[in-house]
């Protein structure tokens, strides 16, 4: 059983940047995907960021491609979600998630934290 515990979320202006923290345990860290989705009030939960294991493969949605990074340090049991130049659409909940597959759809991830929330104003 993994448990994840998200940490770093706040209110910032538009423009600004967050560091989103994600510590895991139990489990294998270094063997999972880990993973970002999000989800705003009134709608679905989308895709953010996925880093395989080993921290080679990385894939951002289109949304945040650019503007958000990604890591991972196995050493530690921590991915980490580095937001920059934010935008009052990135306002959501931000959930870490680890699984087992490389995939973008969030019904394919075992565990999830309980999320942070991230608020954009304009």
């Known amino acids: 059983q993994v448990q994840l515990v998200e940490s770093g979320g706040g209110l910032v202006q538009a423009g600004g940047s967050l560091r989103l923290s994600c510590a895991a345990s139990g489990g294998t860290f270094s063997s999972n995907h880990m993973g970002w989705f999000r989800q705003a009030p009134g709608k679905e939960r989308e895709f953010v960021a996925v880093?395989?294991?080993?921290?080679?493969?990385?894939d951002y949605a289109d949304s945040v491609k650019g503007r958000f990074t990604v890591s991972r340090d196995n050493t530690k049991n921590t991915v980490f979600l580095q937001m920059n130049n934010l935008k009052p659409e990135d306002t959501a909940v931000y959930y870490c998630?680890?699984?087992?597959?490389?995939?973008?759809?969030?019904?394919?991830?075992?565990?999830w934290g309980q999320g942070t929330q991230v608020t954009v104003s304009s």
């Open positions: 880093i395989s294991p080993s921290g080679r493969l990385i």
């Open positions: 998630v680890a699984g087992s597959l490389w995939t973008r759809q969030d019904n394919q991830y075992r565990y």
